[in-house]
């Protein structure tokens, strides 16, 4: 059928017809919204390069969290700053470390009954380096070891979901992570615990504000070596078949909108939960745009977001997740 018999247009003159064609849909149960837990009470300390965005003492997390649950939004994603940090993590896996300080008076809340709390399984907020992993030196190089890491991101893991985590995230990149994670925890009894692999997670530009409000950059080096080159996707699928393999029970893909090639490819391909975490570089860039008066904030937030889901995320982890929410009514 060719003009003027089809009209294309037809369908999008009112506000109504276009809700009711609509093909892709946004719902605050499929926001994630990330927290950063830091020592102290009554702490809420703003990221300089994420306006917004704080870093939250454990009370202050409990009322975010109530805000959050309030408006639907589906979960949260929790990271740690700890009040010291060694080069075996100690922080990441103490049992009263931040995060699971934070994981028990969260679940002792109203709001861990709306809510999945989430926690990401990762070393590099808790080294004195930075890494992701155990590092050694060989000479004058650094060398993160990746073998010797998984005992204690496996022991992160095994501690979080002890404290009352839903799902934990490993985001680490060490090969063989989602085996050593799942078989730690099914011998402490934790097997109904899943775990939502970073399993496509880009050595990227875009994680630069995380690493402030994280306190997570590395003191050497970069991550290059474990974290995925941004030109390959054929990689990628081969690094989410493995974590397939090894008993990963979803997948999260990172970043989102340099990305949406990578989301849709790994929607195509794979037949489980697919969620992506729109980064902080690419919250910081709209925000920045936003303060300028460049872009229409709430129309360019939502317009990103389903550029995520239209590529074929069924959960998207954001920091507009509150904002987003309250549009979506």
């Given at each position: 059928?060719?003009?003027?018999?089809?009209?294309l247009?037809?369908?999008r003159?009112?506000?109504p017809?276009?809700?009711l064609?609509?093909?892709?849909?946004?719902?605050?149960?499929?926001?994630?919204?990330p927290?950063?837990?830091?020592?102290?009470?009554?702490?809420r300390r703003?990221?300089?390069?994420m306006p917004?965005?704080?870093?939250l003492?454990?009370?202050?997390a409990v009322?975010?969290a109530?805000?959050?649950?309030?408006?639907?939004?589906?979960?949260l994603?929790?990271f740690?700053?700890p009040?010291?940090?060694?080069?075996?993590a100690?922080?990441?896996?103490?049992?009263?470390g931040?995060?699971?300080?934070?994981l028990?008076?969260?679940?002792?809340?109203g709001?861990?009954k709306?809510?999945?709390l989430i926690a990401d399984v990762?070393?590099?907020?808790?080294t004195s380096?930075g890494?992701?992993?155990?590092?050694?030196?060989q000479g004058?190089?650094?060398?993160?070891?990746?073998d010797s890491?998984l005992a204690?991101l496996?022991?992160?893991?095994v501690?979080?979901?002890r404290?009352g985590?839903?799902i934990?995230a490993?985001?680490?990149?060490?090969?063989?992570r989602v085996?050593?994670?799942?078989?730690?925890l099914d011998?402490?009894?934790?097997?109904q615990t899943?775990?939502?692999?970073?399993?496509?997670k880009?050595?990227?530009?875009f994680?630069?504000?995380?690493?402030?409000?994280?306190?997570s950059?590395?003191?050497f080096g970069?991550?290059?070596?474990?974290?995925?080159?941004?030109?390959n996707l054929?990689e990628?699928?081969?690094?989410i078949d493995?974590d397939l393999?090894?008993?990963?029970?979803m997948?999260?893909?990172?970043p989102a909108?340099?990305?949406?090639d990578?989301?849709r490819a790994?929607?195509?391909?794979?037949?489980?939960?697919i969620?992506a975490?729109?980064?902080?570089?690419e919250?910081?860039?709209l925000?920045?745009?936003?303060?300028?008066g460049?872009?229409?904030r709430?129309?360019a937030?939502?317009?990103?977001?389903?550029?995520?889901?239209?590529a074929?995320?069924?959960?998207?982890?954001?920091?507009?997740?509150?904002?987003?929410?309250?549009?979506?009514g």
């Open positions: 059928m060719e003009y003027p018999i089809t009209r247009r037809r369908l003159r009112s506000e017809m276009r809700s064609v609509r093909e892709t849909h946004l719902e605050p149960g499929a926001l994630i919204l927290l950063f837990l830091c020592e102290g009470e009554g702490v703003e990221v300089s390069s917004g965005v704080f870093n003492s454990v009370d202050e009322k975010e109530e805000s959050a649950a309030a408006l639907g939004v589906g979960g994603l929790l740690g700053l009040a010291e940090k060694d080069e075996q100690t922080g990441a896996w103490a049992e009263d931040i995060v699971q300080r934070g028990r008076a969260l679940k002792a809340s709001a861990a709306k809510l999945l990762c070393l590099c907020e808790y380096h890494h992701c992993g155990i590092v050694k030196k004058e190089e650094y060398e993160i070891e990746n890491s204690l496996s022991k992160t893991a501690s979080l979901a404290a985590a839903d934990v490993p985001s680490d990149m060490m090969d063989g085996a050593a994670i799942r078989d730690h011998d402490e009894g934790l097997e899943p775990i939502l692999s970073y399993a496509s880009f050595a990227s530009a994680y630069g504000p995380f690493r402030e409000a994280a306190d950059a590395p003191q970069d991550r290059r070596s474990y974290q995925m080159d941004g030109a054929r990628a699928m081969r690094e493995l393999a090894e008993g990963a029970d997948i999260l893909m990172k909108m340099p990305y949406l990578v989301i790994a929607r195509e391909r794979f037949d489980v939960p969620g975490y729109q980064v902080s570089g919250y910081a860039m925000q920045a745009a936003f303060a300028k460049w872009l229409d709430q129309r937030m939502m317009e990103s977001l389903l550029s995520i889901r239209r074929g995320a069924g959960f998207i982890v954001t920091y507009f997740a509150k904002e987003a929410a309250k549009a979506l």
